[in-house]
């Protein structure tokens, strides 16, 4: 999956390369000029490629979703602060089978933790034409977890059990609920309007106190509309 998602940021480049060249009227490689407009406001919503990471850890990726606002700040044509809020579910997944009292169980464990994400991004912003425009975004993400759980499902000889453990609540899980980490990724807005963008986040902090220090790990895609 990782190499799909990088074939795909590749393939974005690719084409602004493309359009780059094509173009007669592009701007300066870095404008510091007053932007035309003020703050502007969008809609993103996309999937989530999540996991953990960490020491001797094993983990499938899960796969899940993100939606959210976004608020662009200005700084020059070519610089821009971008921020927001967004609901995102990220997390990882497992399955194995293992030898039980002479039965072959296969187990299924499954996190899935959901956050509400505000990231602080430094935005590049590269005109090809009034049509196509190239951001690349670079910052911190600070994240709060709000729900989610954990949960096994265990099934042999046609027999099957389950359990679940809520992530965030002291009386069940051991998920530290804050979440911090960098995010990088760029994009492609179309016609003004219309947004494509991949997107990396990599967890800085511990999701669980362990000695494998599991943290967060997530690639994402979205689909957006700014105002």
């Known amino acids: 999956?990782?190499?799909?998602?990088?074939?795909?940021?590749?393939?974005?480049?690719?084409?602004?390369?493309?359009?780059?060249?094509?173009?007669?009227?592009?701007?300066?490689?870095?404008?510091?000029?007053?932007?035309?407009?003020?703050?502007?406001?969008?809609?993103?919503?996309?999937?989530?490629?999540?996991?953990?990471?960490?020491?001797?850890?094993?983990?499938?990726?899960r796969t899940s979703f993100h939606v959210g606002v976004i608020a662009d700040i200005p700084l020059m044509q070519s610089l821009y602060i971008q921020t927001g809020l967004y609901f995102q579910s990220k997390g990882a997944k497992s399955e194995y089978n293992e030898d039980y009292g002479g039965y072959d169980v296969k187990v299924e464990e499954t996190y899935s933790p959901m956050y509400l994400s505000i990231p602080v991004l430094a935005s590049y912003r590269y005109n090809f034409s009034d049509a196509l425009q190239l951001q690349v975004n670079f910052g911190p993400y600070f994240a709060y977890g709000i729900a989610g759980k954990y949960k096994v499902e265990a099934s042999a000889a046609g027999e099957s059990a389950e359990d679940e453990t809520k992530l965030f609540d002291s009386d069940e899980g051991d998920w530290n609920a804050f979440d911090c980490g960098l995010q990088v990724g760029a994009g492609l807005t179309f016609a003004k309007h219309y947004y494509l963008g991949f997107t990396y986040d990599f967890g800085l902090t511990?999701?669980?106190?362990?000695?494998?220090?599991?943290?967060?790990?997530?690639?994402?895609?979205?689909?957006g509309y700014n105002f």
Do not use: H, Y
């Open 206 to 223: 511990k999701v669980v106190d362990d000695d494998a220090n599991p943290k967060n790990s997530n690639w994402m895609i979205s689909l």
């Open 1 to 61: 999956m990782k190499k799909l998602l990088l074939a795909a940021v590749c393939a974005v480049f690719t084409l602004t390369a493309s359009a780059q060249r094509a173009s007669s009227t592009s701007s300066s490689f870095f404008s510091t000029e007053k932007a035309d407009e003020g703050v502007t406001f969008g809609i993103r919503a996309g999937v989530n490629f999540a996991n953990l990471s960490g020491d001797d850890i094993d983990l499938d990726s």
